[in-house]
């Protein structure tokens, strides 16, 4: 079951209590290059991203906050490190969030100044504590960089924000490594009942960064603990959240877009497999439609898994049978399956209209 924790608005999404889990991404081009930032968190919006991050690391950024706003629908969380007359700045120009690393934003004068601010404009705060960014002092007292010590940190600055009377919080505690941020998130959500913002941080290219985070994040899910999750991976900001959305539907945490059910083949396997379910991919990508399709092209297992899910396919030499909630409706050539298979997927989309 999941643990029920304090509400907060990032926008207009919800995170926390009952909402949906969110997924995150962040820009990667200069913040202030208003068409690139743009151009990419509409992108993220379009592959089903939930919220939006970026860098402000000039008051160049912080400014091109607003016109940004202006020309998308997602949230947009600012990453301010280190100056907090940037994130009065962000506040300001209309971020829907601050997020910041506990201590780097400056003495407690400085968090006053910006905590005011966020009240005045009901703006949320991450804290983001991350293993590479501990203070010496709480590394020092907990012997190194490790789970104790991600969770000390997030609370040092938790108390800060509460003794100010600031409450609208999220906490990330993310680690590289997955044993450690595992733990951290465990331990920080016995402790607080704050909306807690998943991932590993620094977690690779591609196929390391999938591993590592369906491992850390999925179990944490799992266990009933997170409200929002981000997918970190060293390259193409859309994987992100293609990976994110993938977790959440593994765990049944989220139904949107198709949930595809593939065999792996083998030699029993006597189609091309692989390049129909790239096509199938391809050509649903931005399709609407909640359903689980299973592409089969082994004769032992194809049939079941086809009758079990919402639609499927079971293929074999050179032909393939079209199921649709456990009936077979179609049998078309092995060239005819994808398009076949589209237009009924679309038709049903129809039909919901």
């Known amino acids: 079951m999941r643990k029920k924790t304090r509400k907060i608005y990032v926008g207009d999404v919800a995170v926390g209590g009952d909402s949906p889990i969110s997924v ?6 200069k913040t202030s290059d208003v068409d690139s930032v743009v151009e990419q968190i509409n992108a993220l919006e379009k592959a089903g991203c939930d919220i939006a991050r970026s860098a402000i690391n000039s008051i160049e950024d912080a400014e091109a906050i607003r016109e940004i706003k202006k020309r998308v629908n997602l949230p947009l969380v600012a990453d301010i490190q280190f100056d907090y007359k940037l994130a009065l700045a962000a506040v300001e120009n209309g971020c829907d969030c601050l997020r910041y690393n506990p201590g780097n934003i400056g003495g407690s004068d400085k968090v006053k ?14 804290i983001g504590v991350n ?25 040092e600055e938790v ?9 609208d919080i999220k906490i990330s505690v993310k680690s590289s490594d997955v044993n450690t941020m595992i733990d951290a998130y465990r331990k920080l959500s016995e402790k607080v009942d704050y909306p807690l913002h998943l991932g590993v941080t620094e977690a690779g290219p591609l196929y390391q960064a999938l591993v590592k985070s369906s491992i850390g ?16 991976i060293t390259g193409d900001i859309l994987e992100e959240v293609k990976a994110g959305k993938a977790i959440l539907k593994a765990l049944n945490l989220r139904t949107d877009g198709l949930d595809i059910v593939s065999c792996p083949t083998c030699s029993r396997t006597t189609v091309d497999l692989p390049k ?42 050179g032909m393939g049978f079209l199921f649709k909630n456990g009936k077979t409706i179609k ?3 092995e060239e005819e399956i994808v398009d076949t298979l589209i237009e009924v997927l679309q038709e049903s989309k129809n039909n919901e209209n």
């Open 217 to 232: 994040i999925g179990s944490l899910l799992k266990d009933g603990i997170g409200d929002t999750i981000r997918v970190s």
């Open 113 to 126: 100044l910006l905590v005011e601010k966020c009240k005045e404009k009901n703006i949320p705060i991450r």
């Open 331 to 333: 049998k078309v050539k």
């Open 131 to 155: 293993s590479g960014s501990i203070s010496r002092e709480i590394v020092d007292k907990f012997g190194g960089v490790n789970a104790d010590s991600l969770v000390a940190s997030a609370l």
């Open 159 to 167: 108390k800060i924000l509460e003794d100010l009377d600031f409450r």
């Open 24 to 29: 995150q991404s962040m820009t990667t081009a």
């Open 276 to 317: 129909i379910v790239k096509e199938v991919e391809e050509k649903t990508n931005g399709l609407d439609v909640s359903s689980k399709v299973a592409i089969m092209g082994c004769p032992v297992n194809g049939p079941g898994e086809s009758k079990e899910a919402d639609y499927g396919i079971s293929a074999a030499n």
